[in-house]
């Protein structure tokens, strides 16, 4: 025989309930005198099935008539001995049969921890046959282990369940009832009054389908009573205690509305007043903005005014300027009729030349809007015009001009014009003795208005086999050398099918930039 054990918070409480026994050749058990006569058969009995059978009675028979730990100590010991036969035989069933007594032998020996060790291992063991009714009380006793140890509430009702379960399929109501009842008394504990009220009826069902009688289901009828009146004023409770956090929901909701609308009145007091102070801050800080603006405007006035005073005076000076070379031009002019010296008319006449090319860059200047650059076409091709005039070669001598759009600052401007005037002098008065299929190719580029390369070329009859441009005692030699440098440009002269001079220079970006804005 063994016991389920329901366990409460306050201890453990037990509650016998018969184990029926599944054998399918079940046989009565055995009392004393049978007992005592198959011990003495044992000795005889080969180790078979039939003995395993003798062995499991004379246990059960010490178990259930058990008044000292010595008559369980036989009860185990005979249970143990069927499990060694019943392992030899490889019988499932019966190993299952005799894990599930030792089950509940520990139970009765209160050894907690082996009632849930042999009754899996039974469970392992019964799984595999068709002895359900035994596989349903093997689930009992780990549901038993569970109780006795205080395990929490999900691990007390799987067991209990699956015996349940186990137990309605073959249509063992009284242990079916028996389950449901364990099940309504662990939902009761954890005051889960629904499935407590719902598990006791299924118990009461299946009571009543096994025949019990009225005396018999009458207490758990009370029970069952117990269990209503209590769910209902639990729900009354809870009913109270949800009207009272409704009440309490409303009066909270109505301080916070108020505290809210409180609360939203001193912020908008505050806002209004930081708005309208803000409002008086800006109408100051515009007042003052307007006073320093009005100043600005004026100052700007005052600047602009300066600006186009300094624009006419720089026009001025450049004007002025260009009609002092022009009275020098004339005076030399003057000068160059009285002289009887052809090379002191001829030094007189490019001293004209070279004035003349400074002259220009100063009358662009003041007749165009910026006064720091010069459109370089404009300029090369009027300095062009300028020299083909003074030495009358309009018909003898061909110019080819190759020149980019680009605009140069005053401090290369005048240079390059200087170098310009006495590269195409030279090449106009010693390139071309006969003056026959002349032609003079000037080319000026620029690489993204960065680096520049000036190239005047003629086919003339070229430099001298000897000639040496760092000694050349030439003037304008050394004049466009000095210039290069000035610069800092790269100056060469060389005779490829009459004479090259290339100058290449680079212009600093943020000067240029500068001297433009």
């Not at 690489?447 to 304008?476: A, C, H, M, T």
């Amino acid at each position: 025989m063994a016991n389920f054990n329901s366990i409460t918070q306050d201890g453990i409480a037990e509650k016998n309930i018969s184990v029926l026994k599944n054998d399918s050749d079940q046989e009565l058990a055995y009392n004393e005198q049978q007992v005592k006569k198959a011990e003495e058969l044992l000795i005889t009995v080969p180790e078979s099935i039939k003995k395993v059978k003798i062995l499991l009675k004379v246990s059960d028979w010490y178990e259930v008539s058990y008044n000292n730990p010595k008559t369980l100590q036989k009860a185990f010991q005979y249970a143990e001995e069927a499990l060694r036969i019943s392992q030899t035989l490889h019988s499932n069933i019966y190993s299952g049969k005799c894990y599930l007594q030792l089950s509940m032998v520990q139970e009765l020996r209160n050894n907690n921890s082996m009632i849930e060790v042999n009754a899996r291992k039974a469970i392992e063991k019964l799984a595999k046959t068709n002895q359900t009714k035994d596989l349903g009380e093997a689930w009992v006793m780990v549901w038993s282990a569970k109780m006795r140890t205080n395990a929490p509430i999900a691990e007390r009702l799987d067991p209990i369940f699956k015996a349940a379960s186990l137990f309605e399929k073959c249509r063992n109501n009284k242990r079916s009832g028996d389950c449901y009842k364990e099940i309504s008394e662990l939902y009761f504990s954890i005051s889960d009054f629904h499935n407590s009220l719902n598990s006791l009826k299924k118990a009461i069902f299946f009571y009543k389908a096994a025949n019990l009688t009225e005396n018999d289901i009458y207490p758990i009828s009370s029970r069952l009573n117990i269990i209503y009146e209590t769910e209902k004023k639990s729900m009354d409770i809870i009913k109270l205690k949800n009207k009272t956090l409704l009440q309490q929901s409303k009066l909270k909701n109505e301080v916070f509305l108020r505290n809210s609308m409180v609360t939203f009145v001193v912020l908008l007091l505050i806002i209004l007043g930081l708005l309208y102070k803000s409002f008086m801050f800006k109408k100051k800080t515009n007042r003052l903005l307007e006073v320093k603006q009005e100043e600005i405007n004026q100052k700007n006035l005052t600047l602009q005014n300066m600006l186009i005073e300094k624009e006419w005076l720089l026009r001025e000076i450049h004007h002025r300027v260009k009609n002092n070379l022009h009275m020098v031009v004339g005076l030399l002019a003057s000068q160059a009729e009285f002289l009887k010296n052809a090379e002191a008319v001829e030094a007189i006449n490019s001293s004209q030349n070279r004035i003349h090319a400074m002259s220009l860059i100063h009358q662009k200047l003041y007749q165009s809007e910026n006064l720091s650059i010069i459109d370089m076409p404009s300029y090369i091709y009027e300095l062009t015009e300028y020299l083909k005039d003074s030495f009358e070669i309009r018909k003898s001598i061909r110019f080819v001009i190759d020149i980019d759009s680009f605009n140069l600052p005053l401090s290369h401007s005048i240079p390059i014009g200087l170098i310009f005037n006495e590269a195409v002098t030279n090449a106009i008065k010693y390139a071309f003795p006969n003056h026959k299929n002349a032609v003079i190719t000037i080319s000026l580029k620029t690489n993204d208005n960065k680096s520049y390369v000036l190239i005047i070329q003629d086919n003339g009859i070229g430099l001298p086999g000897d000639f040496d441009p760092y000694e050349s005692p030439s003037l304008g030699i050394k004049l466009m050398y000095g210039l290069s440098d000035d610069i800092k440009g790269k100056f060469q002269i060389s005779s490829e099918n009459g004479t090259k001079i290339t100058l290449e220079f680079t212009i600093n970006e943020n000067n240029f930039i500068n001297l433009i804005l």
